[in-house]
């Protein structure tokens, strides 16, 4: 009964060694609250228009205005995609502006409008030190989607390689939790409800060893969002990829000047232990406890 009770301790003992292992074989690869004084809710700047290249002054909280942060990147606000948003984006419409009026947690969040005059792009990439090579990443961030307007669109986070091919995106489409990799969306049915004007917790995990992305709403795993499979022609020419929070409109969307908007908060990127390390180390630790055994029944 002794010799049991040993090997199970023993058996204890070792789970609890890996879980500790696989805890502190997680890296934090980036993490914001957009919280001052890294983010300013007030900074503005000067700064060439997106398209002419003539300066500007940025509306109060742009991103643009927002200093390098910890890991030596700043954001980068990307306004739209047509000459329309010329106008739009010298006027009022930055389209991410750090902000204190609706936030998740602290007391400043992001907050990124809609495509206004057919923009279909309205979004804040960072460039993030992320390998395809036996990684396993988790995208977390709180985000909260304005009443329905004409202009919907598709927010969330997205995740791009060196080619701008799009690797993996989780968001929000009209009430309901979307997914996607490449040309192939994920979430359209089953129907995962969200609604708008509700704050979630998404989580986005791609794993870049069996090549699929997985999801969770709220701390719970989307049965339907397990495993997917990723675009097949991922390509990084180096090590950095490209993270945005924001939106995309439908193309031919109708012009509004209330267009949706999102707002971010929490946003963090981790990155696992691979898989095949975690299943060497049990592996390694069933051996011990097996020569274990082995060596007290010889005795």
Request: aromatic content about 10%; charged content about 10%.
């Given at each position: 009964?002794?010799?049991?009770?040993?090997?199970?301790?023993?058996?204890?003992a070792?789970?609890?060694?890996?879980?500790?292992?696989a805890?502190?074989?997680a890296?934090?690869?980036?993490?914001?609250?957009?919280?001052?004084?890294t983010?300013?809710?007030t900074?503005?700047?000067?700064i060439?228009?997106?398209y002419?290249?003539a300066?500007?002054?940025?509306v109060?909280g742009a991103?643009?205005?927002?200093?390098?942060?910890?890991?030596?990147?700043?954001?980068?606000?990307?306004p739209g995609n047509i000459?329309?948003?010329?106008?739009?984006?010298?006027?009022?419409?930055n389209s991410?502006?750090?902000?204190s009026?609706?936030?998740?947690?602290?007391?400043?969040?992001?907050?990124?409008?809609?495509?206004?005059?057919?923009?279909?792009?309205s979004t804040?990439?960072?460039?993030?030190?992320?390998?395809?090579?036996?990684?396993v990443?988790?995208?977390?961030?709180?985000?909260r989607?304005?009443?329905?307007?004409?202009?919907?669109?598709?927010?969330?986070?997205?995740?791009?390689?060196?080619?701008?091919?799009r690797?993996a995106?989780?968001?929000?489409y009209?009430?309901?939790?979307?997914?996607?990799?490449?040309?192939?969306?994920y979430?359209?049915?089953p129907?995962?409800?969200?609604?708008?004007?509700?704050?979630?917790?998404y989580?986005l995990?791609?794993?870049?060893?069996t090549?699929?992305?997985?999801?969770?709403?709220?701390?719970f795993?989307?049965?339907?969002?397990q495993?997917?499979?990723?675009r097949?022609d991922?390509?990084?020419?180096?090590?950095?990829a490209?993270?945005g929070?924001?939106g995309q409109?439908?193309?031919?969307a109708?012009?509004?000047?209330?267009?949706e908007?999102a707002?971010?908060d929490?946003?963090?990127?981790?990155?696992a232990?691979?898989?095949?390390t975690?299943a060497?180390?049990?592996?390694g630790?069933?051996?011990v406890?097996?020569?274990?055994?082995?060596?007290?029944?010889?005795?």
């Amino acid at each position: 009964m002794i010799s049991r009770l040993v090997s199970r301790l023993s058996l204890t003992a070792l789970m609890v060694t890996l879980s500790t292992l696989a805890h502190a074989q997680a890296t934090v690869i980036y993490s914001t609250g957009f919280e001052a004084p890294t983010f300013s809710t007030t900074a503005t700047a000067t700064i060439p228009n997106f398209y002419t290249g003539a300066p500007f002054t940025t509306v109060p909280g742009a991103l643009a205005a927002s200093p390098a942060d910890q890991w030596g990147l700043a954001w980068e606000d990307i306004p739209g995609n047509i000459p329309q948003s010329i106008i739009n984006y010298e006027a009022s419409v930055n389209s991410a502006t750090v902000q204190s009026g609706v936030v998740r947690s602290g007391t400043q969040a992001l907050k990124v409008d809609g495509a206004v005059a057919n923009q279909r792009l309205s979004t804040a990439f960072k460039g993030l030190p992320l390998s395809t090579v036996n990684r396993v990443y988790d995208f977390n961030f709180d985000m909260r989607v304005s009443g329905a307007s004409a202009q919907v669109g598709q927010w969330g986070v997205t995740i791009i390689d060196q080619n701008s091919a799009r690797i993996a995106s989780l968001g929000f489409y009209q009430g309901i939790l979307v997914a996607g990799s490449g040309a192939s969306l994920y979430g359209l049915g089953p129907f995962t409800p969200i609604g708008y004007d509700n704050w979630a917790t998404y989580k986005l995990s791609v794993n870049f060893f069996t090549n699929t992305m997985s999801v969770a709403l709220n701390g719970f795993p989307i049965s339907s969002m397990q495993n997917l499979p990723l675009r097949n022609d991922i390509t990084f020419t180096s090590t950095l990829a490209g993270v945005g929070l924001g939106g995309q409109a439908p193309d031919g969307a109708p012009y509004t000047t209330t267009p949706e908007r999102a707002y971010f908060d929490s946003f963090s990127v981790t990155s696992a232990p691979e898989p095949g390390t975690l299943a060497f180390l049990v592996l390694g630790g069933m051996l011990v406890i097996a020569r274990r055994r082995s060596a007290k029944k010889e005795g």
